[in-house]
């Protein structure tokens, strides 16, 4: 069965360090997704990007964050500034059809961020 | 914005209850999914349901979605240990993003 790949699978990084967390999704989806979900809790939309933009984002995604197609394959998620509070799990996700009907979403095994 | 709540938070049962988890949102969705979460694992999808009244089952785990199109319930039948973990729903609003809802955790006694 296609999956949705990230790596690193797991990154301690240092508070005002910059991290990079990328993604392959499934390979004929058109609609991409990271979310995070901080230890214990709900998980939570924080982008979605089609046609090499951003459609939608949350109020978590503020400035400090940003996303890139930069090869056609790879899906990144790029943090500027880390902060003790963007330690979480964050999870790529992938959907192949612009309509809502066949909706379904594949998510990665997630990139676990501690920030120390 | 679009909101999903999900109860209850934790659920323990005796191996061989029954379990059933309710989903409400504040929004008409157009679908809803269902994901279980392992411990220390990643929302794998279980199903969609897009219709109004729909009802489907997964051998012991029934989902059915509401005329309003939104709520949503999880039953699973004599649960077995195999069926821990987290139990999450997820809807589709009139955005293209998915929201989850805080997911429930259930926790089994053999």
């Known amino acids: 069965e296609p999956e949705v790949t990230q790596t690193p699978s797991h990154q301690v990084t240092q508070m005002g360090q910059e991290v990079i967390l990328r993604c392959v999704p499934i390979?004929?989806?058109?609609?991409f997704y990271w979310y995070r979900q901080i230890l214990g809790q709900k998980v939570e939309f924080l982008v979605s990007?089609?046609?090499?933009?951003?459609?939608?984002k949350s109020e978590i995604f503020d400035d400090q964050f940003s996303v890139e197609r930069p090869d056609g394959s790879n899906f990144t998620l790029k943090i500027r500034s880390t902060k003790l509070e963007d330690s979480a799990m964050y999870f790529c996700?992938?959907?192949?059809?612009?309509?809502?009907?066949?909706?379904?979403?594949?998510f990665g095994e997630g990139s676990w961020l501690t920030v120390v | 914005g679009q909101q999903v709540m999900q109860i209850p938070q934790y659920q323990h049962v005796q191996e061989g209850e029954d379990f059933t988890t309710y989903c409400n949102s504040s929004?008409?969705?157009?679908?809803i999914q269902w994901y279980k979460q392992r411990p220390g694992g990643h929302p794998v999808f279980l199903i969609q349901?897009?219709?109004?009244?729909e009802v489907k089952k997964q051998k012991r785990l029934t989902f059915q979605f509401g005329e309003a199109k939104k709520n949503s319930s999880l039953h699973i039948t004599a649960t077995q240990t195999t069926d821990v973990g987290t139990y999450f729903c997820?809807?589709?609003?009139?955005?293209?993003?998915?929201?989850f809802g805080q997911g429930t955790r259930l926790t089994i006694n053999p």
């Open positions: 996700a992938s959907r192949r059809f612009v309509s809502d009907r066949r909706n379904t979403i594949y």
């Open positions: 390979s004929n989806h058109l609609y």
């Open positions: 990007f089609y046609n090499n933009e951003i459609s939608e």
């Open positions: 929004t008409t969705l157009s679908n």
């Open positions: 349901l897009v219709k109004s009244g």
């Open positions: 997820a809807g589709t609003g009139p955005s293209q993003k998915l929201v």
